[in-house]
């Protein structure tokens, strides 16, 4: 089956550092991938569209010059979180869409973990 | 209207008995419902998906029902068993791009 990997699972840093997240397709070339948030006891909600070789459609609300989203391979997009502070802590899930299956099949990574102190 | 409202928020059932989780939406574009099962610390798992033309689809023991006029779809897990206890979340997708997400139901079975 479809596998999404993160990396890395969980991270801990300073308010004002800047954290990067990889989001990769293992067996699958992803055209598209998607990145979530989602605060404890709550639902996923999407920050981001990226698309291979173009830029990131980010949702209203999602500061784009926070989140700085790459996508520059069709296995690869990242996630770098900017000068975090504490309110960024949450937990960040991915996904990724491959071409060859359904059009709206989503396969999800197991997330990461932030937490800014 | 891009919301879809997911009850209850918790749901405690004994072993062998069957969970129900309901969901409504009110944008009549969304065309594609899927539910995902999230444990803690993981990323969520597609459990089951269904599309607006066809009011039931059962795989095992998970049965998704959909009630196109009242714009609502429910998850039944038959014969619940305790490693079913997780998160369940509904979701709705209206272009086949974006995935809209339930608040989520905290499944818990008792032994």
């Known amino acids: 089956g479809a596998v999404v990997s993160q990396h890395p699972s969980r991270v801990i840093c300073k308010s004002g550092t800047s954290v990067k997240i990889e989001c990769r397709s293992l067996d699958f070339q992803a055209t598209t991938m998607f990145w979530y948030r989602q605060f404890p006891k709550q639902s996923l909600m999407l920050m981001a569209t990226s698309n291979e070789g173009s830029k990131a459609t980010y949702e209203q609300g999602v500061e784009k010059d926070k989140f700085l989203i790459n996508h520059a391979s069709l296995t690869l997009s990242t996630l770098t979180v900017t000068s975090a502070h504490p309110e960024d802590s949450s937990f960040y899930i991915c996904s990724a869409r491959s071409p060859g299956a359904r059009r709206e099949t989503q396969y999800f990574g197991p997330g990461t973990r932030l937490l800014v102190l | 209207q891009q919301q879809v409202k997911q009850s209850p928020q918790s749901l405690i059932v004994q072993k062998g008995g069957i969970s129900i989780i309901n969901c409504a939406y009110e944008n009549t574009a969304f065309d594609y419902f899927p539910w995902y099962q999230q444990f803690p610390g993981k990323g969520p798992a597609l459990l089951i998906a269904?599309?607006?033309?066809?009011s039931e689809k059962k795989e095992g023991r998970f049965t998704i029902s959909f009630n196109k006029s009242a714009k609502q779809f429910s998850l039944h897990i038959m014969d619940s068993q305790p490693g079913d206890s997780a998160t369940y979340f509904c979701a709705a997708s209206p272009d086949a791009q974006k995935l809209v997400f339930g608040q989520g139901t905290r499944l818990t079975i008792n032994p």
């Open positions: 269904i599309r607006p033309d066809v």
